[in-house]
Structure formats: structure tokens, C-alpha cells
């Protein structure tokens, strides 16, 4: 069964990114929201983001709000900020398979993947 994950990883710091919110949204027919949740200690969600019937192949949107985060741990960012969403938009394609999109953050910049 296939599904979908992430995990946050704040660089400036070396350790997972806790509380950091983020949003996703199936673009099949729209923008329609389908999980709204805060990453954890490991910087990970406590569940799956889609599993079961709800994951199914097409394009979809992680909106992680980074300046959120950042501005919560007291650090001081420009107004306005250089990342304030961070906006990753991929494709599902294979419904069997483990897509995991991983971030790597810093107030200055991020990377990501397609993890497993």
C-alpha cells in the first residue's frame, strides 16, 4: 500500500525541525486541502500524510510555513521574510509505492527530494 510522508530537518540548528506547520492540498480538480498538522520532536508527522483510499496518483502541494517557524524559536528574520511558505509541488504517480518528501530548512534556503 502506498503512501506519504515528510520530515523537516532544520540545518542552521542540526537537529529535526519541531513545530514547524504545513498544509497539503491534492491540484487534481483545484486546490482542495487535505491535511493541515505540526511536525513533531523527530521533525516528522505522527501519521502518514495520505495511506489507504485517500492516496491515489496526481499532483499535490506541501505548503510548509517556514517563517512561522523560525519566528517562534526567537529568530529574527527580515520583514518581510526571505522563506515564509515553502512551496514543494509533485506528482504520485506509482500508488503502491513510499513517496516521502523530505526538507532540509534554513531562513536563507531549503532542499528537497523524493526520499524513501
Known sequence: ??????????????????????????????????????????????????????????RYELVFHAGEYFRARGIELPDPAFLDEVVIRFGIAEPDSHYHVPLLLSPYGYSTYRGS
Open 1 to 58: 500500500m502506498g503512501r506519504l510522508t515528510t520530515h523537516v530537518l532544520d540545518t542552521a540548528l542540526g537537529r529535526p525541525a519541531r513545530g514547524v506547520r504545513l498544509e497539503l492540498f491534492d491540484l487534481s480538480q483545484g486546490r482542495d486541502p487535505l491535511v493541515n498538522t505540526i511536525t513533531n520532536d523527530d521533525g516528522r508527522c505522527d501519521a502518514p500524510l495520505l495511506e489507504g483510499d485517500v492516496f491515489h496518483p496526481g
